[in-house]
């Protein structure tokens, strides 16, 4: 995993390892995420509804090396305050990343329903773009996708390709009951707005709460098909 092998060889190590990393703990993958990629690993947090887990995880094994929060200016209050309550409770140090353009300036110029018309602009700009240049300096990068949020998300691997990028996904395995046992075993609070059956938390203008029967993710951009903001975007993820 060190960029020397050919394409093949580099996606069969990668496979290999992913196989490995199947019967370790989360804990264990981070760890070895944290060993071969050192600071080049780069891990965003969106501070939403299921993020307590990793960030306590981080807070373990890899408080030396930043969060990245990504602050697009549609979140909640709620989830500021969340942050910075989290970062303060485990000692992480976060790093936040705006877009170029001032919210105001953005709806001044896309329009006030911009969100409803062209989501991927907006997550683009607000989203994706102000990441670019860490993204482009990062050998890999750890965020807490699990196989059972959502169909989209059912095949995900502990450690995949991404371009040049290998992804870490150190709770692939873990169900939303495990992230509840692990959130009280940890004494970690929930966000504020779980209570209000908000389980997948995102921008305000593109978050509903969930109805009886639906999936973890599904108030998400929910008058449309789009279900990915393009950051852990795939193919089939988008
Ligand atoms: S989630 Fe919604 S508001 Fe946030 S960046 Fe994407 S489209 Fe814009």
Request: charge should be neutral; aromatic fraction near 6%; charged fraction near 25%.
């Amino acid at each position: 995993m060190n960029g020397a092998h050919s394409g093949d060889a580099h996606s069969r190590e990668l496979a290999r390892a992913s196989e490995r990393l199947e019967r370790a703990t989360p804990a264990e993958r981070l760890a070895f995420a944290v060993e071969t990629f050192g600071e080049d690993l780069l891990f965003t947090s969106s501070f939403g509804a299921q993020s307590g887990v990793l960030l306590h995880l981080w807070s373990q094994v890899a408080r030396h090396l930043p969060v990245i929060f990504i602050d697009t200016g549609f979140l909640f209050p709620e989830t500021l305050a969340y942050r910075d309550q989290l970062a303060r409770q485990l000692g992480l140090t976060v790093r936040v990343l705006r877009p170029d353009v001032a919210n105001d300036d953005f709806v001044a110029r896309y329009g006030e329903d911009v969100q409803r018309r062209d989501p991927d602009l907006c997550c683009g700009l607000n989203k994706i773009a102000p990441l670019a240049p860490l993204r482009a300096r990062a050998r890999a990068w750890v965020s807490g996708l699990r196989r059972d949020q959502s169909r989209a998300r059912q095949d995900v691997a502990i450690l995949e390709p991404d371009g040049p990028l290998v992804r870490v996904h150190p709770l692939a395995t873990l169900t939303t009951a495990d992230v509840a046992q692990y959130l009280e075993a940890h004494a970690i609070p929930q966000h504020p707005l779980v209570s209000r059956r908000y389980l997948s938390i995102g921008c305000a203008p593109c978050t509903r709460a969930l109805e009886d029967g639906e999936d973890e993710r599904a108030g998400r951009w929910a008058w449309s098909n789009k279900t990915e903001c393009g950051l852990h975007g795939r193919e089939g993820r988008r």
